[in-house]
């Protein structure tokens, strides 16, 4: 059956993640920018090398909670850790400039301060030193111009917004079900910045551009899931890994590879401008003219 030109949606969650791979903070708005919503991965776990650390390499490292120093968003955030206790990082303390990497990209960074990353170290179990780095203000970090043009972003691994949708989680959860799992998965395993409601599952990659007002996403392609969706929040650890992924995959797949699980959509802001974003506003899903 051919698919309406437009559908409406309404905004269920908005999600940053300040601190790449560590816990993400749930809004109720946001301001969205041409690098992704305000305050969404400015800070980085880096090893001795200055390579980006993520959950693929430590899965412990999503039971550090994140939250804003003033309880109102701004990039001074408070970092907690169960046991051990918890540490103030702010830009302001940073102390002096490096080159990092995240996958292809180098990126000019600010170190945290000694005493943020002695503290980060005593929390996680890792081989190498691990450092905390702030995303140089002054610095632009280029994109794939085939796929986001001129667009940039901070330390998302890829496009500076994604996009997801709630009924397409709900079956999944209900494919694991029948499929024998005991995982119920949670939005957060995808770490996306903006999730939708109201619209069938995946229906989602049908449209794309993504309209609020005079704030327009486009939306790119499809997310391709690596292993972190696979990590069980509740014990931090890799779980059913190849049933979610054999899954998923048969669900919504990328167009030119069926065995590779899709999940979300990278969306970049269509103008320079920054606009803002609710919870419960309604949006609509549209194809290109």
């Not at 690098?35 to 880096?46: S, T």
């Not at 169960?82 to 080159?99: F, R």
Request: negative net charge; charged residues 20%; proline residues 5%.
């Amino acid at each position: 059956m051919e698919q309406a030109a437009s559908i409406e949606a309404i905004i269920a969650e908005l999600w940053v993640y300040p601190v790449k791979s560590l816990g993400g903070i749930r809004l109720n708005e946001a301001e969205l920018t041409p690098e992704g919503l305000a305050h969404d991965r400015r800070w980085m776990v880096v090893d001795e090398q200055g390579v980006f650390v993520s959950q693929r390499k430590l899965p412990s490292m999503g039971s550090i909670e994140v939250a804003f120093a003033t309880g109102t968003p701004s990039d001074d955030l408070v970092l907690r850790a169960q046991g051990g206790g918890e540490i103030t990082l702010s830009p302001n303390d940073c102390q002096g400039k490096t080159t990092v990497k995240i996958w292809r990209s180098d990126c000019d960074a600010i170190e945290a301060a000694p005493a943020v990353n002695e503290w980060l170290n005593q929390q996680r179990d890792s081989k190498s030193a691990l450092r905390l780095v702030y995303f140089d203000p002054c610095y632009r970090r280029p994109l794939d111009t085939n796929r986001f043009g001129s667009n940039s972003t901070g330390f998302a691994d890829a496009a500076p917004v994604l996009v997801a949708n709630s009924e397409s989680l709900a079956l999944l959860n209900r494919s694991l079900r029948e499929a024998g799992s005991s995982s119920e998965l949670a939005m957060q395993r995808f770490r996306p910045n903006i999730v939708l409601s109201g619209i069938p599952s995946f229906q989602e990659h049908d449209y794309s551009i993504l309209a609020s007002g005079l704030t327009e996403l486009t939306l790119i392609d499809h997310c391709q899931r690596c292993s972190m969706i696979t990590i069980d929040p509740s014990t931090k650890q890799f779980n059913e890994a190849s049933l979610i992924f054999e899954t998923l995959a048969k669900l919504n797949s990328m167009p030119n590879n069926p065995k590779a699980p899709a999940f979300g959509i990278n969306a970049v802001l269509s103008s320079l401008f920054s606009s803002h974003l609710a919870i419960g506003k309604t949006v609509k899903l549209q194809r290109s003219s």
